[in-house]
């Protein structure tokens, strides 16, 4: 089966830095949910930010579909970002001046789903994940674990091909870790792709195969 993504002897040091990746190499397939693992500073989250588009790597090539996407511009890159990418970032990066339905729906709007249909969607994924909280509700009133919880659904809402997701479950009871495990099995399932950083072993034992870094 063809890759999904890829990153292609792709090399990588931010400016300045000491180099993190280099001459990296590795495919993801559809169906596939994959943990990358390695020791803290080793580059976890910023091979995320390659692969999601979000960094150009300094050498070698990162492809979707078996198409090169350093070349496009950038308005391009972040065209794909919103449509094929879902990002569950380590921090929940939820935008504390709106509400936490704002921060929920706004790739889908920006997509150019209905509000109505898309708030719906929303609610369900939050009951879901067991996210119960008053309409109106900002990110500066929930806890750390609600934050990821609430990343995900926004992650989850725009239906991505591919989900990137940093340390998931580090804020998690056991039980709400599963649901979130369960749910990227689910996204396999339906033919995508995610990637996952994550310390947590029992997560790296539900994943499909484990890529050390
Ligand atoms: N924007 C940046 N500019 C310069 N250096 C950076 C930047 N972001 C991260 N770094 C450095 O790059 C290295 C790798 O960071 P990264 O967050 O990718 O590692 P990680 O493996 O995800 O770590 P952790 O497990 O602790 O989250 C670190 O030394 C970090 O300080």
């Avoid at 308005?75 to 569950?88: K, S, T, Y």
Wanted: neutral net charge; proline residues 5%; glycine residues 10%.
């Amino acid at each position: 089966m063809s890759a999904l993504l890829e990153a292609d002897a792709v090399s990588f040091r931010y400016d300045p830095g000491t180099p993190l990746l280099e001459g990296w190499s590795a495919a993801f397939h559809p169906g596939e949910v994959v943990a990358v693992t390695g020791p803290s500073g080793r580059g976890k989250s910023t091979l995320l930010y390659l692969l999601g588009l979000m960094l150009k790597p300094r050498e070698g090539r990162v492809l979707l579909d078996g198409r090169e996407v350093q070349g496009l511009s950038d308005r391009a890159r972040a065209g794909l970002r919103a449509e094929v990418f879902g990002f569950v970032f380590q921090d929940a990066a939820l935008d504390a001046t709106r509400t936490v339905m704002d921060n929920i729906v706004e790739t889908a709007l920006y997509r150019g789903d209905d509000r109505r249909d898309a708030t719906r969607r929303a609610d369900e994924l939050m009951h879901r994940f067991g996210v119960g909280l008053r309409r109106g509700a900002k990110p500066g009133q929930v806890s750390g674990g609600q934050a990821q919880r609430i990343a995900l659904c926004r992650a989850l809402l725009g239906q991505p091909r591919v989900l990137l997701a940093d340390e998931p479950t580090g804020n998690l009871d056991p039980d709400s870790a599963d649901l979130v495990v369960d749910a990227f099995h689910d996204h396999a399932a339906r033919g995508g792709t995610a990637v996952i950083v994550t310390h947590d072993p029992a997560l790296v034992a539900r994943c499909h195969r484990r890529i050390p870094l």
